[in-house]
């Protein structure tokens, strides 16, 4: 089984609408959690970390479920500025394991 | 203050030939990460440097790559003798001291072997 797991999409949703993105993850040793994006050939950015109490940041609320042991990504309201790939990461210990990733295609 | 810079930002060459990347952290983070990212996939953890130690290469193949991190200057990413499956973007992430889950990345280094 791989450490991270993710749907890889494409999720194409039209503005407005509110999607959900899940991430498993296999090792119960890890301890923190975090969403990234990645815009088509540009570099990872942190969007979010997630903790066990979740996190909501405006439009993004990021929810992290240890006994079943996947994140999860929620995006309200989505607009076009939110194409791109979401990357989850879990990492067991100093090194981050990303996942592959899941696209999102917002259309107008 | 300026993120985390790489360069040369694309370099060709031909197989067999040396590639050096080379990546400057943010100012203040003395953690620096290489990551490695084929076309259509992920990215894969290669190598983790504090200044003039290799903390964990567990991720670097075992041969014709090499990772540096001196006193002054920047982290070097060596490969030697390249191949057409090197052919990646290298990513260079930086986070500081007390938190090396916080990394921030540089804009990567899309390396072509023809």
């Known amino acids: 089984r791989k450490e991270v797991e993710q749907d890889p999409g494409p999720f194409n949703v039209p503005e407005g609408a509110t999607v959900a993105f899940n991430c498993t993850y296999s090792?119960?040793?890890?301890?923190?959690f975090f969403w990234y994006r990645q815009d088509c050939r540009k570099e990872p950015k942190l969007l979010m970390s997630?903790?066990?109490s979740g996190n909501e940041d405006g439009r993004f609320t990021a929810q992290l479920n240890r006994a079943s042991q996947y994140i999860s990504l929620l995006i309200r309201d989505s607009k076009l500025s939110d194409s791109a790939t979401y990357l989850c990461?879990?990492?067991?210990?100093?090194?981050?394991?990303f996942g592959k990733g899941t696209k999102l295609s917002v259309k107008p | 203050n300026a993120g985390v810079m790489q360069n040369p930002r694309h370099l060709v060459r031909r197989r067999g030939q040396e590639a050096r990347l080379r990546c400057s952290p943010m100012?203040?983070?003395?953690?620096v990460y290489w990551y490695r990212q084929l076309p259509e996939e992920g990215l894969k953890f290669m190598v983790y440097?504090?200044?003039?130690?290799?903390?964990?290469e567990s991720g670097m193949p075992k041969e014709r790559f090499s990772a540096e991190f001196p006193k002054e200057g920047p982290s070097i990413l060596r490969i030697q003798q390249v191949v057409r499956g090197d052919s990646a973007a290298y990513f260079c992430?930086?986070?500081?001291?007390?938190?090396?889950?916080?990394?921030?990345f540089g804009p990567g280094t899309r390396l072509t072997v023809t």
């Open positions: 992430a930086s986070s500081p001291v007390e938190s090396s889950y916080e990394q921030y």
């Open positions: 090792n119960s040793a890890s301890q923190s």
């Open positions: 997630v903790y066990s």
């Open positions: 990461v879990a990492p067991p210990g100093g090194n981050l394991i």
């Open positions: 100012k203040g983070h003395s953690h």
């Open positions: 440097l504090q200044k003039e130690n290799i903390i964990d």
